[in-house]
């Protein structure tokens, strides 16, 4: 027994995946919390719904090599300037519209989804809205008529009708615009945004 070497013994290697294991459990709390903060809304990196009463542009960052959301001037959807409570129950809208007509079986939203359609994630600054001033319209037009709206971008793809009200589409334009003012670290890479009167 005593000719076992301190470094092989079997309580040592014990008691190391027991502290070992409990080290870590500790750093994932602290890891899951500062997820928690990180993707609250209201925080840095997720504005408060309030953003979608203001101009979102992108920038691009030179020390990360990637494009970041910028929050501008004041440029309320739909031309009225909403407050906290009914710019969130106007994104929550979007949102359950998106989740009741399972927009992610085709499209793509912060990382979550299909490849079919486009990536959700920062259509409200897609080039091919063409233009910020007729980009609102554009998208009520396309969400309610979607057939009657095809743009296909060369890929022969259609999205279907799906029955979407001007109501819920106008939700679903606020949770839009809400998503792209989200910091996503860059993703989806290689995004290019719509051309913008000032920034890049
Ligand atoms: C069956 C697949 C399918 C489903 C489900 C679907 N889409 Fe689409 N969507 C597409 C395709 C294909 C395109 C690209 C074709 C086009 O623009 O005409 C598209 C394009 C779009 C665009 C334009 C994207 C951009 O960046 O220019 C938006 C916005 C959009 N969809 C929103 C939605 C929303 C919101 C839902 C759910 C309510 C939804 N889609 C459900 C297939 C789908």
């Given at each position: 027994m005593n000719d076992i070497p301190w470094w092989s013994r079997e309580d040592l290697w014990r008691k190391t995946a027991i502290w070992v294991t409990a080290f870590m459990a500790v750093v994932l709390m602290a890891?899951?919390?500062?997820?928690?903060?990180?993707?609250?809304?209201?925080?840095?990196?997720?504005?408060a719904y309030g953003v979608i009463n203001n101009k979102i542009f992108y920038e691009y960052d030179d020390e990360h090599g990637y494009q970041v959301p910028r929050i501008g001037e004041t440029a309320p959807l739909f031309g009225e300037v909403l407050d906290e409570e009914a710019a969130k129950?106007?994104?929550?809208?979007?949102?359950?519209?998106?989740?009741?007509?399972?927009?992610?079986?085709?499209?793509?939203?912060?990382?979550?989804?299909a490849y079919y359609?486009?990536?959700?994630?920062?259509?409200?600054?897609?080039?091919?809205?063409?233009?910020?001033?007729?980009?609102?319209q554009l998208m009520i037009a396309f969400l309610t008529d979607p057939e009657g709206n095809a743009r296909t971008f060369g890929t022969g793809r259609r999205m279907p009708n799906l029955d979407i009200t001007e109501e819920e589409a106008r939700g679903v334009v606020a949770f839009l615009k809400w998503m792209s003012s989200i910091n996503t670290n860059g993703f989806p890479r290689g995004f290019t945004p719509l051309e913008q009167e000032d920034g890049a």
């Amino acid at each position: 027994m005593n000719d076992i070497p301190w470094w092989s013994r079997e309580d040592l290697w014990r008691k190391t995946a027991i502290w070992v294991t409990a080290f870590m459990a500790v750093v994932l709390m602290a890891l899951t919390f500062d997820t928690v903060r990180q993707i609250t809304e209201g925080g840095e990196r997720v504005p408060a719904y309030g953003v979608i009463n203001n101009k979102i542009f992108y920038e691009y960052d030179d020390e990360h090599g990637y494009q970041v959301p910028r929050i501008g001037e004041t440029a309320p959807l739909f031309g009225e300037v909403l407050d906290e409570e009914a710019a969130k129950s106007l994104v929550a809208l979007g949102k359950l519209t998106v989740q009741a007509k399972n927009c992610m079986n085709c499209h793509t939203l912060l990382g979550n989804g299909a490849y079919y359609a486009p990536d959700l994630t920062k259509a409200w600054l897609d080039p091919g809205w063409v233009h910020e001033d007729s980009r609102e319209q554009l998208m009520i037009a396309f969400l309610t008529d979607p057939e009657g709206n095809a743009r296909t971008f060369g890929t022969g793809r259609r999205m279907p009708n799906l029955d979407i009200t001007e109501e819920e589409a106008r939700g679903v334009v606020a949770f839009l615009k809400w998503m792209s003012s989200i910091n996503t670290n860059g993703f989806p890479r290689g995004f290019t945004p719509l051309e913008q009167e000032d920034g890049a």
